[in-house]
């Protein structure tokens, strides 16, 4: 057989740890896959002390992590360590400039400076290879580069986010408000303590940019990517949604249109005929729709120990067996620096909320204010007269965001408006 494969890990958090065990555990498995051993050999580590449930005997610890880049007994290193900048950053540009493959999940790396990275790893003629940064377990960027490659993509959109799809599926199911519901499942370990990240969208846009670079063979562009988050859905909304046979969740979507590579992240109105619209709780799923293939989705656990080490390992078996791809599928030279269409173009029909004092004329008001704008309605719900305040639910038919923003603010300004309108954009699948 072979030489072995010799590794060093940054982070034994929870996919250090799980990369660790599965590499143990299905260590001859790996070896008859890979066509040779995969050997840890070095890892490192914040606190050296703490209690890991992993076994690292013979393994060396490397107190900064930046000495894996230059071990001369690493051949790939694995970041698991996180964050966009510092010791990750450091460490995955020297490790490449050193000679080593990285294999990294670190989407807030990857979303912002996976470009450059690429043309780094080609440079030096290495693999640059980041399975798990895009929804976990599912083996999504090997998708496009291999059984997708022969396609051009017209469309993909996915559920990237587990935390928002838990927290929507909640709320649907018990009828909570997103605050009280986020609460518990920081409770329960699938919200962060800072939850930012995951319910503003950030989280899905990192994994949306990377997975358009690797779809449209663009250049990563992050700042390009619309993003907005869950916050402001409440349970009314995804009770109304489904009056309206809608389910809702936080996509990303991309796509090329004519003023450029749209890139969103937001809540949608889903019908419930699609196959994205069953998909809850904490899994993710991606849909790529290809011009030959036609259309395909991918479903699975988007994170967690076992699923994350899963796709890193599937990486590690590919450096292994010298699989050299570029990183974004085609060479790093050749990926186009589209620009992004701005948001304000985007077309497509809207759910628009509003909170009404219920009188004569006001119902008027508003069908004026979108006279104006040309968006034609396609249909109006009106409850609870009683109250002094009811909601107003309109839909309308296919509107350019632009005009649909300027005829919020009109409306929002109306003395019988009581609170700022929701606007959540319905998809059409
Ligand atoms: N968790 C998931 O399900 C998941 C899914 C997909 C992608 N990812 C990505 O995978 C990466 C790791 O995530 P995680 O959830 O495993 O994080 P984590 O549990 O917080 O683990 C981070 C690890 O990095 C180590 N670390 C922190 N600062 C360090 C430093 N300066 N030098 C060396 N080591 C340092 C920590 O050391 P100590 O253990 O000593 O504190 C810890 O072992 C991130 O990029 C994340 O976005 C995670």
Redesign the pocket.
């Known amino acids: 057989m072979n030489s072995p494969l010799r590794i060093g890990i940054?982070?034994?958090?929870?996919?250090?740890?799980?990369v660790v065990k599965l590499l143990a555990e299905h260590n001859r498995l790996l070896a008859l896959r890979g066509g040779r051993r995969l050997k840890l050999v070095a890892v490192?580590?914040?606190?050296?002390a703490?209690k890991?449930d992993i076994d690292l005997t013979g393994v060396r610890w490397e107190a900064?992590?930046r000495a894996l880049a230059s071990a001369s007994d690493v051949d790939v290193v694995v970041?698991?360590?996180?964050?966009s900048g510092?010791?990750?950053r450091g460490l995955v540009e020297r490790a490449l400039r050193s000679g080593k493959h990285v294999v990294?999940?670190?989407?807030?790396?990857l979303a912002l400076r996976g470009a450059e990275l690429a043309e780094l790893a080609e440079r030096q003629g290495r693999i640059l290879a980041f399975e798990?940064?895009v929804a976990?377990g599912i083996p999504i960027i090997k998708a496009l580069r291999e059984g997708l490659v022969g396609n051009r993509v017209r469309r993909l959109y996915g559920i990237l986010n587990g935390t928002c799809n838990y927290i929507l599926t909640t709320m649907r199911e018990s009828g909570r408000d997103f605050g009280v519901v986020l609460q518990e499942a920081q409770a329960a370990g699938y919200a962060e303590a800072d939850p930012s990240f995951d319910v503003d969208g950030i989280?899905a846009a990192h994994k949306l940019a990377v997975l358009t670079g690797a779809a449209f063979g663009a250049r990563v562009n992050f700042a390009g990517v619309h993003v907005e988050g869950i916050r402001h859905v409440t349970s009314m909304d995804i009770r109304f949604a489904e009056e309206l046979g809608y389910r809702i969740k936080l996509l990303g979507l991309a796509r090329e249109t004519r003023f450029g590579i749209e890139q969103r992240v937001h809540p949608c109105m889903v019908s419930l005929e699609a196959p994205i619209a069953h998909i809850e709780g904490v899994f993710n799923a991606v849909v790529v729709e290809g011009d030959f293939v036609g259309t395909t989705m991918f479903q699975g656990r988007?994170?967690?120990?076992g699923?994350?080490a899963s796709?890193v390992v599937a990486d590690l078996v590919d450096v292994a067996r010298g699989r050299h791809m570029p990183a974004f599928v085609v060479p790093a030279a050749n990926l186009s620096a589209k620009k992004a269409a701005p948001m304000s173009r985007h077309v497509g029909p809207y759910y628009i909320r509003l909170m009404v004092q219920d009188r004569p004329g006001v119902i008027a008001a508003i069908s004026g204010v979108l006279a104006r704008e040309r968006i034609s309605v396609e249909s109006m719900l009106q409850r609870g007269r009683s109250q002094s305040e009811v909601p107003v639910v309109l839909t309308t038919h296919e509107t350019e965001e632009a005009a649909m923003q300027r005829a919020l603010t009109r409306i929002a300004r109306l003395r019988a408006v009581a609170e700022p309108p929701c606007l959540i954009r319905i998809e059409r699948f």
């Open positions: 940054a982070g034994l958090g929870t996919v250090g740890a799980g490192s580590a914040r606190r050296k703490k890991r900064d992590a970041e698991l360590i996180g964050g510092g010791i990750a990294t999940a670190n989407k807030a790396l798990a940064a976990g989280d988007g994170a967690g120990q699923p994350t796709a």
